[in-house]
Protein backbone atom coordinates (compact mmCIF):
# COMPACT_ATOMS: atom_id res chain seq x y z
CA UNK A 1 0.00 0.00 0.00
CA UNK A 2 1.90 3.19 -1.50
CA UNK A 3 -0.87 5.71 -0.25
CA UNK A 4 -1.27 6.23 3.48
CA UNK A 5 -3.98 6.24 5.84
CA UNK A 6 -4.33 9.78 5.75
CA UNK A 7 -4.28 10.06 2.07
CA UNK A 8 -7.27 7.66 2.46
CA UNK A 9 -8.63 9.87 5.29
CA UNK A 10 -8.55 13.71 2.45
CA UNK A 11 -9.75 11.26 -0.18
CA UNK A 12 -13.50 13.31 -1.19
CA UNK A 13 -14.77 9.98 -1.48
CA UNK A 14 -14.25 8.70 2.03
CA UNK A 15 -15.35 12.19 3.41
CA UNK A 16 -18.70 11.48 1.52
CA UNK A 17 -18.85 7.84 2.59
CA UNK A 18 -18.74 8.80 6.35
CA UNK A 19 -20.31 11.72 6.23
CA UNK A 20 -23.36 10.23 4.66
CA UNK A 21 -23.50 6.35 6.16
CA UNK A 22 -23.19 8.34 9.70
CA UNK A 23 -25.73 10.83 8.90
CA UNK A 24 -27.94 8.12 7.71
CA UNK A 25 -27.46 5.28 10.32
CA UNK A 26 -27.80 8.13 13.21
CA UNK A 27 -30.91 8.95 11.67
CA UNK A 28 -32.45 5.60 11.03
CA UNK A 29 -31.28 4.55 14.73
CA UNK A 30 -33.13 8.35 16.03
CA UNK A 31 -36.57 7.40 14.02
CA UNK A 32 -36.44 3.50 15.26
CA UNK A 33 -35.48 4.88 19.66
CA UNK A 34 -38.47 7.53 18.74
CA UNK A 35 -40.61 4.56 17.42
CA UNK A 36 -39.78 2.43 20.46
CA UNK A 37 -39.69 4.68 23.28
CA UNK A 38 -42.94 6.09 22.23
CA UNK A 39 -44.58 3.16 22.31
CA UNK A 40 -43.19 1.95 25.73
CA UNK A 41 -44.49 5.29 27.12
CA UNK A 42 -47.75 4.56 25.34
CA UNK A 43 -48.02 1.48 27.36
CA UNK A 44 -46.96 3.32 30.62
CA UNK A 45 -49.19 6.17 30.59
CA UNK A 46 -52.27 5.57 28.32
CA UNK A 47 -53.37 1.64 28.60
CA UNK A 48 -56.65 2.81 28.01
CA UNK A 49 -56.01 3.98 24.43
CA UNK A 50 -54.24 1.33 23.65
CA UNK A 51 -57.05 -0.70 24.95
CA UNK A 52 -59.38 0.51 22.77
CA UNK A 53 -61.60 -1.64 20.40
CA UNK A 54 -61.25 -2.09 16.88
CA UNK A 55 -65.12 -2.25 15.55
CA UNK A 56 -67.06 -5.19 17.47
CA UNK A 57 -64.05 -7.79 17.48
CA UNK A 58 -61.85 -8.36 20.49
CA UNK A 59 -58.90 -7.09 18.58
CA UNK A 60 -57.71 -4.03 20.51
CA UNK A 61 -55.80 -0.94 19.08
CA UNK A 62 -52.53 -1.71 20.73
CA UNK A 63 -52.36 -4.99 18.53
CA UNK A 64 -51.75 -3.10 14.94
CA UNK A 65 -49.56 -0.40 17.01
CA UNK A 66 -47.55 -3.30 18.84
CA UNK A 67 -47.24 -4.81 14.76
CA UNK A 68 -46.07 -1.34 13.44
CA UNK A 69 -43.28 -1.50 15.93
CA UNK A 70 -42.14 -4.37 14.24
CA UNK A 71 -42.54 -3.82 10.90
CA UNK A 72 -41.35 -0.76 11.57
CA UNK A 73 -37.79 -2.40 12.43
CA UNK A 74 -37.97 -4.51 9.39
CA UNK A 75 -38.73 -1.37 6.98
CA UNK A 76 -35.98 0.91 8.50
CA UNK A 77 -33.43 -2.10 7.78
CA UNK A 78 -34.37 -3.00 4.00
CA UNK A 79 -33.44 0.87 3.70
CA UNK A 80 -30.55 0.78 5.20
CA UNK A 81 -29.53 -2.24 3.07
CA UNK A 82 -30.76 -1.17 0.08
CA UNK A 83 -28.81 2.31 0.66
CA UNK A 84 -25.77 0.41 1.63
CA UNK A 85 -25.93 -2.24 -1.44
CA UNK A 86 -26.37 0.53 -4.23
CA UNK A 87 -24.55 3.84 -2.60
CA UNK A 88 -22.01 2.71 0.37
CA UNK A 89 -20.35 -0.55 -0.98
CA UNK A 90 -19.36 1.42 -4.65
CA UNK A 91 -17.89 4.45 -3.19
CA UNK A 92 -15.65 1.57 -0.69
CA UNK A 93 -14.73 -0.25 -3.69
CA UNK A 94 -13.65 3.33 -5.13
CA UNK A 95 -11.42 3.96 -2.47
CA UNK A 96 -10.20 0.77 -2.12
CA UNK A 97 -9.44 0.65 -5.79
CA UNK A 98 -7.58 4.27 -5.52
CA UNK A 99 -5.74 3.04 -2.99
CA UNK A 100 -4.13 -0.11 -4.45
CA UNK A 101 -0.64 0.79 -5.56
CA UNK B 1 -5.72 -15.12 29.02
CA UNK B 2 -5.12 -16.03 32.17
CA UNK B 3 -6.61 -12.96 33.59
CA UNK B 4 -9.57 -13.44 31.72
CA UNK B 5 -10.81 -16.79 33.11
CA UNK B 6 -10.04 -15.72 36.32
CA UNK B 7 -12.45 -12.88 35.66
CA UNK B 8 -14.48 -15.71 34.48
CA UNK B 9 -14.00 -17.84 37.15
CA UNK B 10 -14.84 -15.36 39.49
CA UNK B 11 -17.99 -14.16 37.90
CA UNK B 12 -18.93 -17.81 37.50
CA UNK B 13 -18.80 -18.56 40.99
CA UNK B 14 -20.88 -15.45 42.09
CA UNK B 15 -23.47 -16.11 39.82
CA UNK B 16 -23.94 -19.96 41.78
CA UNK B 17 -25.94 -18.34 44.40
CA UNK B 18 -28.31 -16.29 42.05
CA UNK B 19 -28.84 -19.91 40.22
CA UNK B 20 -29.55 -21.48 42.67
CA UNK B 21 -32.08 -18.71 44.10
CA UNK B 22 -33.72 -17.78 40.76
CA UNK B 23 -34.56 -21.58 40.17
CA UNK B 24 -36.32 -22.02 43.61
CA UNK B 25 -38.07 -18.72 42.47
CA UNK B 26 -39.81 -20.35 39.74
CA UNK B 27 -40.60 -23.99 41.46
CA UNK B 28 -43.31 -25.20 39.49
CA UNK B 29 -44.78 -28.46 40.41
CA UNK B 30 -43.54 -31.71 41.34
CA UNK B 31 -40.04 -33.84 39.71
CA UNK B 32 -41.34 -35.83 36.94
CA UNK B 33 -40.74 -39.48 36.22
CA UNK B 34 -38.23 -40.33 33.86
CA UNK B 35 -38.98 -40.15 30.33
CA UNK B 36 -37.04 -42.16 28.10
CA UNK B 37 -38.80 -41.00 25.06
CA UNK B 38 -38.28 -36.99 25.01
CA UNK B 39 -34.60 -38.03 26.93
CA UNK B 40 -34.25 -39.92 23.27
CA UNK B 41 -35.47 -37.08 20.88
CA UNK B 42 -33.00 -34.69 22.74
CA UNK B 43 -29.72 -37.23 22.64
CA UNK B 44 -30.56 -37.76 18.41
CA UNK B 45 -30.80 -33.60 18.47
CA UNK B 46 -27.85 -33.76 20.40
CA UNK B 47 -26.11 -36.00 18.28
CA UNK B 48 -26.54 -34.65 15.47
CA UNK B 49 -26.00 -31.26 15.82
CA UNK B 50 -22.52 -32.40 17.63
CA UNK B 51 -21.94 -34.45 14.48
CA UNK B 52 -22.07 -30.90 12.50
CA UNK B 53 -19.92 -29.40 15.06
CA UNK B 54 -17.35 -32.04 14.78
CA UNK B 55 -17.72 -31.75 10.79
CA UNK B 56 -17.12 -27.55 11.68
CA UNK B 57 -14.31 -28.16 13.62
CA UNK B 58 -12.35 -30.46 11.10
CA UNK B 59 -12.56 -27.47 8.80
CA UNK B 60 -11.55 -24.78 10.83
CA UNK B 61 -8.32 -23.94 10.40
CA UNK B 62 -7.93 -19.71 11.16
CA UNK B 63 -9.44 -17.02 13.05
CA UNK B 64 -11.00 -16.18 10.29
CA UNK B 65 -12.70 -19.67 10.09
CA UNK B 66 -13.13 -19.71 13.83
CA UNK B 67 -15.03 -16.22 13.84
CA UNK B 68 -16.59 -15.69 10.61
CA UNK B 69 -16.76 -19.19 8.71
CA UNK B 70 -13.78 -18.22 6.45
CA UNK B 71 -16.46 -15.97 4.45
CA UNK B 72 -18.56 -19.24 3.13
CA UNK B 73 -21.45 -18.76 4.50
CA UNK B 74 -24.27 -16.67 2.35
CA UNK B 75 -26.63 -14.26 2.80
CA UNK B 76 -29.69 -16.11 3.27
CA UNK B 77 -27.57 -18.73 5.06
CA UNK B 78 -26.55 -16.09 7.52
CA UNK B 79 -30.00 -14.62 7.61
CA UNK B 80 -31.49 -17.43 8.23
CA UNK B 81 -28.72 -18.31 11.26
CA UNK B 82 -29.42 -14.90 12.94
CA UNK B 83 -33.00 -15.53 12.94
CA UNK B 84 -32.32 -18.68 14.86
CA UNK B 85 -30.10 -16.70 17.19
CA UNK B 86 -32.98 -14.35 17.26
CA UNK B 87 -35.70 -16.75 17.90
CA UNK B 88 -34.86 -18.66 21.01
CA UNK B 89 -36.76 -20.27 23.65
CA UNK B 90 -37.62 -16.86 24.43
CA UNK B 91 -39.93 -16.20 21.81
CA UNK B 92 -41.05 -19.94 21.14
CA UNK B 93 -42.14 -20.55 25.00
CA UNK B 94 -41.20 -17.51 27.11
CA UNK B 95 -43.08 -14.66 25.16
CA UNK B 96 -45.85 -16.76 24.22
CA UNK B 97 -46.34 -18.06 28.02
CA UNK B 98 -45.99 -13.97 29.16
CA UNK B 99 -48.61 -12.88 26.77
CA UNK B 100 -51.05 -15.99 28.26
CA UNK B 101 -50.15 -15.04 31.39
CA UNK B 102 -49.99 -11.14 31.36
CA UNK B 103 -51.79 -10.09 27.84
CA UNK B 104 -50.43 -7.59 25.86
CA UNK B 105 -47.53 -6.60 28.21
CA UNK B 106 -45.90 -9.29 27.05
CA UNK B 107 -45.42 -8.16 23.90
CA UNK B 108 -43.43 -5.27 24.98
CA UNK B 109 -40.36 -8.13 25.78
CA UNK B 110 -40.92 -9.17 22.01
CA UNK B 111 -40.69 -5.52 20.47
CA UNK B 112 -37.62 -4.63 22.68
CA UNK B 113 -35.60 -7.53 21.45
CA UNK B 114 -36.52 -7.21 18.17
CA UNK B 115 -35.98 -3.37 18.24
CA UNK B 116 -32.24 -3.60 19.72
CA UNK B 117 -30.86 -5.26 15.89
CA UNK B 118 -31.64 -2.87 13.42
CA UNK B 119 -29.72 -0.08 15.39
CA UNK B 120 -26.52 -2.61 15.95
CA UNK B 121 -26.78 -2.85 11.76
CA UNK B 122 -27.22 0.79 11.52
CA UNK B 123 -24.40 1.96 13.73
CA UNK B 124 -21.51 -0.57 13.87
CA UNK B 125 -22.16 -3.63 11.84
CA UNK B 126 -20.99 -2.43 8.68
CA UNK B 127 -17.51 -0.91 10.80
CA UNK B 128 -17.02 -4.72 12.37
CA UNK B 129 -16.61 -5.48 8.15
CA UNK B 130 -14.90 -2.89 6.97
CA UNK B 131 -12.11 -3.24 9.20
CA UNK B 132 -11.97 -6.82 8.93
CA UNK B 133 -12.36 -7.13 12.60
CA UNK B 134 -14.67 -10.25 14.40
CA UNK B 135 -15.80 -8.60 17.59
CA UNK B 136 -16.84 -5.00 18.86
CA UNK B 137 -13.69 -5.37 21.46
CA UNK B 138 -11.32 -5.30 18.15
CA UNK B 139 -13.05 -2.57 16.70
CA UNK B 140 -12.41 -0.20 19.29
CA UNK B 141 -8.96 -1.18 20.05
CA UNK B 142 -8.03 -0.57 16.58
CA UNK B 143 -8.06 3.29 17.51
CA UNK B 144 -8.03 3.21 21.47
CA UNK B 145 -5.64 1.73 23.91
CA UNK B 146 -5.45 -1.73 23.69
CA UNK B 147 -5.65 -3.41 27.85
CA UNK B 148 -8.05 -0.49 29.07
CA UNK B 149 -10.67 -0.95 25.90
CA UNK B 150 -10.59 -5.30 26.44
CA UNK B 151 -10.80 -4.93 30.45
CA UNK B 152 -13.79 -2.43 29.74
CA UNK B 153 -15.10 -4.97 26.90
CA UNK B 154 -14.25 -7.96 28.93
CA UNK B 155 -16.63 -6.50 32.02
CA UNK B 156 -19.84 -5.08 29.99
CA UNK B 157 -19.71 -8.87 28.45
CA UNK B 158 -19.89 -10.21 31.96
CA UNK B 159 -22.29 -8.16 33.35
CA UNK B 160 -24.12 -8.87 29.78
CA UNK B 161 -23.51 -13.13 30.69
CA UNK B 162 -24.01 -12.88 34.12
CA UNK B 163 -27.72 -11.41 34.57
CA UNK B 164 -28.32 -13.39 30.13
CA UNK B 165 -27.07 -15.84 30.62
CA UNK B 166 -28.45 -16.82 34.01
CA UNK B 167 -31.69 -16.55 32.78
CA UNK B 168 -31.16 -18.37 30.12
CA UNK B 169 -29.66 -21.89 31.97
CA UNK B 170 -32.48 -21.39 34.30
CA UNK B 171 -34.86 -21.61 31.68
CA UNK B 172 -32.93 -24.61 29.72
CA UNK B 173 -32.41 -26.17 33.69
CA UNK B 174 -35.94 -26.03 34.14
CA UNK B 175 -37.18 -27.41 30.60
CA UNK B 176 -34.62 -30.30 30.67
CA UNK B 177 -35.87 -31.19 34.54
CA UNK B 178 -39.39 -30.89 33.29
CA UNK B 179 -38.69 -33.12 29.96
CA UNK B 180 -36.53 -35.68 31.68
CA UNK B 181 -37.20 -35.92 35.55
CA UNK B 182 -33.49 -34.95 35.76
CA UNK B 183 -32.26 -33.15 39.24
CA UNK B 184 -32.41 -29.66 38.24
CA UNK B 185 -28.38 -29.14 39.11
CA UNK B 186 -27.49 -32.20 36.58
CA UNK B 187 -29.71 -30.24 34.08
CA UNK B 188 -28.06 -27.17 34.39
CA UNK B 189 -24.50 -28.57 34.36
CA UNK B 190 -25.97 -31.08 31.24
CA UNK B 191 -26.80 -28.00 29.33
CA UNK B 192 -23.97 -25.50 30.04
CA UNK B 193 -21.63 -28.58 29.33
CA UNK B 194 -23.38 -28.89 26.07
CA UNK B 195 -23.31 -25.26 25.34
CA UNK B 196 -19.57 -24.83 25.70
CA UNK B 197 -18.80 -27.67 23.30
CA UNK B 198 -20.70 -26.15 20.75
CA UNK B 199 -18.97 -23.03 20.90
CA UNK B 200 -15.17 -23.90 21.63
CA UNK B 201 -14.97 -26.63 19.69
CA UNK B 202 -16.58 -25.66 16.40
CA UNK B 203 -16.48 -21.64 16.10
CA UNK B 204 -18.79 -20.01 13.78
CA UNK B 205 -18.91 -22.47 11.23
CA UNK B 206 -20.88 -25.36 13.57
CA UNK B 207 -22.90 -22.44 15.28
CA UNK B 208 -24.24 -20.76 12.08
CA UNK B 209 -25.42 -24.69 10.95
CA UNK B 210 -27.01 -25.55 14.23
CA UNK B 211 -28.68 -21.79 14.37
CA UNK B 212 -30.04 -22.48 10.61
CA UNK B 213 -31.33 -25.75 11.77
CA UNK B 214 -32.79 -24.30 14.96
CA UNK B 215 -34.39 -21.38 13.06
CA UNK B 216 -35.79 -23.93 10.22
CA UNK B 217 -37.35 -26.23 13.36
CA UNK B 218 -38.81 -23.10 15.35
CA UNK B 219 -40.18 -21.63 11.81
CA UNK B 220 -41.82 -24.95 10.82
CA UNK B 221 -43.20 -25.74 14.44
CA UNK B 222 -44.69 -22.21 14.89
CA UNK B 223 -46.24 -22.30 11.77
CA UNK B 224 -47.77 -25.29 12.20
CA UNK B 225 -49.09 -24.39 16.06
CA UNK B 226 -50.81 -21.22 14.63
CA UNK B 227 -52.24 -22.93 12.04
CA UNK B 228 -53.34 -25.97 13.98
CA UNK B 229 -54.76 -23.41 16.82
CA UNK B 230 -56.34 -21.44 13.55
CA UNK B 231 -57.88 -24.50 12.16
CA UNK B 232 -59.15 -25.57 15.37
CA UNK B 233 -61.59 -22.35 15.98
CA UNK B 234 -62.25 -22.39 12.13
CA UNK B 235 -59.85 -20.13 11.17
CA UNK B 236 -61.88 -17.31 12.52
CA UNK B 237 -58.45 -15.58 14.38
CA UNK B 238 -61.07 -13.27 16.31
CA UNK B 239 -62.28 -14.75 19.20
CA UNK B 240 -60.37 -18.55 19.87
CA UNK B 241 -61.10 -18.72 23.77
CA UNK B 242 -64.77 -18.48 23.49
CA UNK B 243 -65.72 -19.24 19.45
CA UNK B 244 -68.45 -22.19 20.70
CA UNK B 245 -71.28 -19.84 22.63
CA UNK B 246 -72.23 -17.36 20.56
CA UNK B 247 -75.07 -16.21 22.78
CA UNK B 248 -72.79 -14.81 25.33
CA UNK B 249 -70.94 -12.86 23.06
CA UNK B 250 -70.27 -9.78 25.56
CA UNK B 251 -69.43 -12.07 27.87
CA UNK B 252 -67.01 -14.41 25.50
CA UNK B 253 -64.94 -10.67 24.12
CA UNK B 254 -63.95 -9.59 27.48
CA UNK B 255 -62.70 -13.12 28.22
CA UNK B 256 -61.15 -13.47 24.74
CA UNK B 257 -59.39 -9.98 25.33
CA UNK B 258 -58.27 -11.10 28.89
CA UNK B 259 -56.64 -14.05 27.14
CA UNK B 260 -55.31 -11.96 24.00
Known amino acids: MRRSHEAIQRDPDYKELVRRRSSLGWTLSLIMLVIYFG ?29 FVIVSAFVLTGIYVSKANSKYDALIRRIVERSRP | MKKLSCMLATALFASLPTLALAAGAIDGGTKQAVNWVAIGMFVAFVAFTLGITYWAAKQTASAADFYSAGGGITGFQNGLAIAGDYMSAASFLGISGLVYTSGYDGLIYSVGWLVGWPIVTFLIAEQLRNLGKFTFADVTSFRLGQTEIRILAACGSLVTVAFYLIAQMVGAGKLIQLLFGLDYWMAVVLVGGLMMIYVTFGGMKATTWVQIIKAVLLLMGATFMAGAVLYKYRLQPRSPVRQGDRSASKEGRDHGAAAA
Do not use: H, Q
Request: glycine share 18%; charged share 5%; hydrophobic share 55%.
Open chain 1, 39 to 67: FILLVAYAPKFLGMRLGTGVTTIGIPIGL
